[in-house]
């Protein structure tokens, strides 16, 4: 399964570091890495982005998206649009847009069914809070987030669709889960999403880990067999971390 690393620059860039970093990424060699690269940069750098982006090996995605068409929904942007900008990739039910926004996890299957339906590719995360883990929770909350935004839904497939599992504890505090934590969760997500939708689907649908990914404990986390990839969120911003982590993706068949 080919590996597939995303990059979350969250509410942060400008048009100039935008293209510097593409231009030192290609100088980097990010057209001849192993893995997908999807970068999620704010809605205004998008269509800026998207040409410079794909000549550098790198895909590009939106943060969130609602989930209609068009309408009188002010602040808001619909697939069609993220496609329209270049994007091919978005983002739903980040935690910052579960916990500081308050998007629930029918708000999040709306998007992600909305999205999928348009013809972009979507990745989900989910993760429990500090308290639901330390609650004995964790199992229960992530749970309940794979199979809200899974069950029943049709338009979903193993190339359209990428499961980021991200602790939210872990998520730029610099802590990050034991990669044998991660591993049992990967596992249990997987099988969640086979009872959701299939073992097929399940044993096909690439996982990704998120939360403090940074160049020193990537090789570690990405090489678990259970590990599909990695959201990457600060260490993202720099051409060179985010270049360390994609070369710490071991060798894929
Ligand atoms: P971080 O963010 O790598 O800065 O912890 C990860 C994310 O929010 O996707």
Redesign the pocket.
């Known amino acids: 399964m080919k590996q597939i690393i ?1 990059g ?1 620059w ?1 509410m942060n860039g400008s048009r100039l570091a935008a293209l510097e970093f593409l231009s030192e990424m290609k100088r980097l060699g990010s057209g001849s890495v192993s893995s997908e690269i999807v970068l999620f940069p704010p809605f205004t750098l998008i269509s800026l982005m998207a040409d410079a982006a794909a000549d550098a090996g790198i895909e590009t995605g939106g943060q969130d998206i609602f989930w209609l068409e068009k309408g009188a929904f002010t602040g808001e942007i619909s697939p069609a649009m993220l496609v329209d900008a270049g994007a091919s990739w978005f983002l739903v039910g ?3 847009r579960r916990h500081v926004i308050g998007e629930t996890d029918d708000i999040v299957r709306r998007k992600l069914e909305a999205g999928l339906e348009t013809g972009l590719r979507g990745i989900l ?1 989910v993760g429990e809070l500090i308290e639901e883990r330390d609650a004995g929770r964790t199992e229960e909350v992530v749970r309940r987030q794979v199979e809200s935004a899974l069950k029943g839904l049709e338009c979903v497939s193993t190339e359209n669709f990428v499961i ?1 599992y ?1 602790p939210v504890w ?4 610099g802590l990050t889960a034991t990669p044998g934590e991660a591993e049992r969760m990967h596992s249990l997500i997987r099988e969640w999403v086979a009872g959701a939708i299939s073992i097929d689907f399940a044993d096909n649908t690439r996982i990704q880990y ?5 160049p020193d404990n990537a090789a570690e986390i990405l090489s678990r067999p259970s590990v599909n990839g990695a ?6 911003l720099k051409a060179k971390s985010f270049m360390d982590i994609l070369k710490a993706v071991p060798p894929q068949d």
Request: aromatic fraction near 0%.
């Open positions: 995303g979350n969250k980040h935690s910052e995360c980021a991200e872990a998520i730029g505090t998120g939360g403090s990914v940074k959201l990457v969120g600060g260490a993202s």
